[in-house]
């Protein structure tokens, strides 16, 4: 365990105008990915636009490994359908968590990541210290799909000793 530098908690917040994959909506559940792990959420019945509001940590050995997100329509006699996949990285998040960050105010934005051509942001995503934590608020355009966005929200958690 000496070279597990850390957790990441993956709060998904909720999905954005997600496409639909049954006759009038979807049943969507969010697959992530990270080296051999591979954790999901419950399944938002009938709708494109599913609040989870729900915890998925990590175990990050590496920081630079990028992190995949798949969505899926839950479908009952059938393979269940894609519904869009992203990658983001935790690297800027990471650099910010190595800082020290007592003396700032809680609230305070430390940096903002822009989107750019090789990353799924769909807009700009701050990283802030809010109450001795540093939160990073995620916005990922699906690739692969016609429409969609997955909202995260990613907090570091440090091992103790």
Avoid at 11 to 29: I, Q
Avoid at 64 to 77: G, N, Q, R, S
Avoid at 104 to 125: F, K, N, W, Y
Wanted: net charge negative.
């Amino acid at each position: 365990m000496s070279d597990l530098p850390g957790f990441l908690n993956v709060r998904v917040l909720r999905g954005v105008n997600l496409v639909c994959r049954d006759a009038t909506d979807s049943d969507p559940y969010v697959v992530l990915h990270l080296d051999n792990q591979k954790l999901r959420t419950s399944v938002i019945k009938k709708t494109t636009n599913p609040v989870w509001n729900e915890d998925l940590t990590l175990a990050v050995r590496n920081p630079a490994t990028p992190i995949k997100l798949e969505v899926f329509d839950k479908d009952t006699f059938s393979k269940d359908d894609r519904m869009g996949d992203a990658e983001f990285d935790i690297e800027a998040l990471m650099q910010i968590i190595q800082m020290d960050l007592e003396d700032i105010r809680s609230g305070t934005v430390v940096r903002t990541v822009r989107p750019g051509r090789q990353c799924c942001l769909a807009d700009e995503s701050k990283i802030i210290w809010e109450n001795g934590q540093v939160v990073q608020d995620v916005l990922l355009k699906l690739r692969n799909v016609e429409t969609g966005v997955v909202h995260l929200q990613l907090k570091w958690v440090k091992i103790r000793g």
